[in-house]
Structure formats: C-alpha cells, structure tokens
C-alpha cells in the first residue's frame, strides 16, 4: 500500500514539474515566433519570377520580372503565352500612349512605380496593352512569398478587382527570353532568389 501510494506521489510530482517547466518553455517559443515572424516577413520582396494563370484552365498566361530599380519596384513581362481566345497580338504596343509606345510587349514594363512598405507595394500603375490604359495599382505580397495578390482600379480602390499571381523556381528564368534577361539583370547568371537577397542587402547597406 505504501509502495503504491509513494509511486503516486512520485508520479503526481514529476507531473507538476513537468507542467512548471512546459509552461514557461511554451510561453518562450511564441515570444519567438512573434519576434522572427516579422524579420521573415521583411525579408521578403516582390522580386524575382512570377506567372499569372487563367482561372479556367490554370495554364500559364504571361510571366512577370520584378527588380528594384531607382526606390520603387516594376514588373515586366517576361514570357507570353497566347491562348487562342485573344487573337493575334501585335508584337508592338501600338496602343500605349506614353514611352511605351511601339515598345515590343515582351519585356514591356507592366507595372511601375510600386514603393514597398512590408509585404504591402503602393502608388504604383499597371498597363493593360491591349487597350493602353494605365490603372492605379497595389499589390500585397503573401507571408512566405509565395503568392501575389495584384489590384488595379480607376480612381477609387475599392473599385478595383483583384488577381493572384505565383511565384515561379529559379529555374524558370532559364526558359525566360535572353534579351529580356539581359536587359533587366546586371547579371544573366543571377537566380531570382540571389536577386531578392541583392536587393536587401543593398538596402540594408544604405
């Protein structure tokens, strides 16, 4: 009787240890999370491969090269993908009315002049070539990089429609046209994920 009841005390105490001990050990890891999380989340950029796929089919429509350039970020297109309900595409934007004008859609700047503030892109503009209409625009990047949340809207935001757009592999931009790869990089050679580290630490430099 004594036996059991001492392996009872016994037990009943390594339990309210253990329990002492969890508690404050649990309490430490979500101070953590709640410190890296953030410092995760900032080192995440825009930059890099992305692709836009068609709801119905989820094939590839176009690809998209993002890079920093002068404080703001802009996306060009880097890889196209016609589908035969568009008909024929003029190899030119004949329909922009800035200096885009005439340019040849691939490696066209299609977004502009987003400022990055987080996982949040601001004040920027998108084009649609097939009419030349310049939109207002923000984007909103996903915690872990991944996905790409795209709104274009005329005057007011809450006007606008969204789209989500995916992030692609390093090895995606072998498949991506050489001229626009050497145009937009410095270096041809670069993996999109050298280039998003770059750019941080360019910042963080500055």
Not at 26 to 54: N, R
Not at 156 to 173: C, I, K, M, S
Not at 194 to 204: E, N, P
């Amino acid at each position: 009787m004594v036996v059991r009841w001492l392996l009872w005390f016994v037990n009943g105490w390594r339990s309210q240890v253990a329990m002492q001990w969890t508690k404050p050990v649990v309490a430490v890891l979500v101070v953590l999370f709640a410190a890296i999380a953030p410092a995760v989340a900032a080192d995440q950029t825009v930059a890099g491969l992305w692709q836009k796929v068609d709801d119905t089919t989820g094939k590839s429509v176009i690809w998209f090269l993002f890079f920093e350039k002068d404080g703001s970020y802009q996306g060009v297109a880097a890889k196209l993908f016609p589908r035969p309900e568009d008909g024929p595409m003029s190899p030119t934007c004949t329909v922009c009315r800035d200096d885009r004008k005439n340019a040849p859609i691939l490696g066209l700047p299609i977004i502009r002049d987003m400022k990055r503030a987080g996982l949040k892109y601001e004040n920027g503009n998108i084009l649609d070539p097939r009419d030349g209409h310049v939109y207002s625009a923000m984007m909103t990047l996903s915690p872990d990089g991944q996905s790409l949340t795209v709104r274009g809207y005329l005057g007011f935001e809450f006007l606008g429609r969204n789209e989500v757009w995916y992030r692609l592999p390093d090895t995606a931009l072998k498949q991506v046209d050489p001229v626009v790869v050497g145009k937009y990089l410095k270096d041809p050679v670069i993996t999109t994920s050298a280039l998003r580290r770059q750019q941080i630490s360019g910042k963080s430099a500055n």
